[in-house]
Nanobody, 123 residues
Framework: QVQLMEFGGGLVQPGGSLRLSCAVS????????MAWYRQAPGNQRELVAR???????IYADSVKGRFTIAMDNAKNTVYLHMNNLMPEDTAVYYC?????????????????WGQGTQVTVSS
């Protein structure tokens, strides 16, 4: 059974930084691709960043230059480094992992989700 556990959310002032972590167990497909999504109240869940094992990354336009996604396969963990946070970054952030090889190659959201961690940016 795939389990994703997110850590690192919290309250931060505008301009501040946070690092989210997602520990993965029960699958090795996470070695090949992982993603972070977020959902703000009243909004649809949106892709924040995705990384593949070949180093390829994609980011939402709204976070380019401020957020960085990284994988540590030795720890089966994916990170989201968030800098220069803004109030519009406030959302629940979800870790997303593939369940099989077909999902790894797809652009759509993967099949496994974490429980989410709240990030609030406010002064």
């Amino acid at each position: 059974q795939v389990q994703l556990m997110e850590f690192g959310g919290g309250l931060v002032q505008p301009g501040g930084s946070l690092r989210l972590s997602c520990a993965v167990s029960g699958t090795t497909f996470s070695f090949f691709a992982m993603a972070w999504y977020r959902q703000a109240p009243g909004n649809q869940r949106e892709l924040v960043a995705r990384i593949r094992s070949n180093g390829n990354t994609i980011y939402a336009d709204s976070v380019k230059g401020r957020f960085t996604i990284a994988m540590d396969n030795a720890k089966n963990t994916v990170y989201l480094h968030m800098n220069n946070l803004m109030p519009e970054d406030t959302a629940v952030y979800y870790c997303n992992a593939p369940q099989n090889a077909r999902e790894v190659a797809a652009d759509a959201p993967f099949g496994s989700w974490g429980q989410g961690t709240q990030v609030t940016v406010s002064s």
